[in-house]
């Protein structure tokens, strides 16, 4: 059974992505995507590709991202530093959203890991290919 700990880091890597941190603290900060997208000077397609984990920022738009949004880099990067406090305890979830929410996240770690380990498959077949052969 995944970890259902109430202390577990809301925001950490484990458990979430850089674009849920970005789409979290802009709720946060009452803000909608085309209000921080305009503010950052992007186009709502590109931060909605933020926050779906498709692209990240470059430095520059990082370091404007924490800035209006009131976290740190390293939170938006990693979830550590100063960024959001967990949702609040009292807020009320929908009956078995408890049970769901550590379950996700242990299949994101999985896949995270698949992910990794399918990135050194393919630098291994890479390698494999570039290889004379011995005929």
Do not use: C
């Not at 950052?40 to 909605?48: N, P, Q, S, W, Y």
């Not at 498709?54 to 979830?79: C, D, Y």
């Not at 992910?115 to 890479?126: D, T």
């Amino acid at each position: 059974m995944p970890d259902t700990d109430p202390d577990t880091n809301w925001y950490g890597p484990d458990v979430a992505t850089f674009g849920d941190r970005v789409a979290a603290a802009r709720e946060a900060a009452g803000m909608t995507q085309s209000v921080l997208a305009r503010r950052i000077g992007v186009r709502v397609a590109t931060l909605r590709h933020w926050e779906n984990d498709v692209s990240e920022p470059r430095a520059n738009r990082l370091s404007m991202l924490a800035g209006l949004l009131n976290v740190s880099m390293m939170w938006l990067i990693n979830g550590e530093g100063d960024g959001l406090d967990a949702p609040d305890a009292a807020t009320e979830l929908p009956v078995g959203a408890a049970d769901v929410l550590p379950e996700m996240a242990l299949v994101r770690k999985e896949m995270s890991q698949g992910a990794k380990r399918l990135g050194v498959l393919e630098k291994r077949l890479r390698a494999l290919l570039r290889e004379p052969s011995d005929d």
